[in-house]
């Protein structure tokens, strides 16, 4: 299990090649999912606010067992302490499994903190994200 952050700024291709990377691992036959980051946050916060929990346990699960999860623009909205739980829940669950996550991100992991979240309550698992998300490789994708 590896993980693999891209890093640059708007408009250097980081969305372009996470793109290409998923396709090749897709003819590899990888079972990959490519998903925006907000994207996939907000889906996870409507089914958590459900009564019933046993969607939200399922889709979680699905995330957390895909072996290749491309997450596109991680970071580029701030959530509240609820968002940030189901994020930590989700990354924790993939680094127990040994699942890997590539993603791309105009942050590097020292700003993620004041870029993920307001709240001093997230904190500790905003720390868990961060420790767990970079361990493996990193690209620097400069702008031409």
Do not use: M
């Amino acid at each position: 299990r590896q993980n693999v952050g891209i890093y640059g700024v708007t408009g250097a291709g980081k969305s372009y090649f996470l793109s290409a990377c998923c396709v090749e691992a897709c003819r590899r036959n990888y079972r990959c999912k490519f998903v925006d980051y907000s994207d996939l946050l907000d889906e996870l916060i409507v089914l958590n606010r459900q009564e019933d929990l046993s969607k939200y346990r399922k889709r979680i699960r699905y995330y957390a067992r895909i072996q290749l999860l491309f997450i596109d623009d991680f970071a580029i909205s701030r959530y509240s302490e609820e968002g940030i739980k189901i994020l930590y829940h989700l990354i924790k669950l993939r680094d127990d499994l040994g699942t890997s996550t590539l993603f791309t991100c105009q942050y590097s992991p020292d700003e993620w903190g004041k870029q993920l979240s307001d709240e001093k309550e997230c904190y500790g698992k905003l720390d868990g994200i961060r420790r767990r998300l970079t361990t493996g490789f990193t690209v620097l994708i400069e702008k031409a």
